[in-house]
C-alpha cells in the first residue's frame, strides 16, 4: 500500500508599489545689460532652469 499524499498549495501574492514624485523647479533667470555706443543697448536673456525630483517610494507586499 502506497500512499501518495498531493498538495496543492495556493498563495497569490499582492504587491502595490506607490510612487510619489515631488518636483520643485528652480529658475534663475539672469539679465544682463551691455550698453554701447548705438542708441539701442544690448540685452542679454538667459534663464537657467534647475529641476530637483525627489522620488517618494513605498511598496506594500501583501503575501
Not at 545689460?33 to 538667459?46: I, N, R, W
Not at 534663464?47 to 517610494?57: G, K, M, V
Request: hydrophobic fraction near 25%; aromatic fraction near 6%.
Amino acid at each position: 500500500f502506497t500512499e501518495t499524499p498531493t498538495e496543492t498549495p495556493t498563495e497569490t501574492p499582492t504587491e502595490t508599489p506607490t510612487a510619489t514624485f515631488t518636483e520643485t523647479p528652480t529658475a534663475t533667470f539672469t539679465l544682463t545689460v551691455t550698453p554701447s555706443d548705438t542708441p539701442e543697448p544690448t540685452l542679454t536673456f538667459t534663464p537657467t532652469l534647475a529641476p530637483t525630483l525627489i522620488p517618494t517610494e513605498t511598496a506594500t507586499t501583501v503575501p
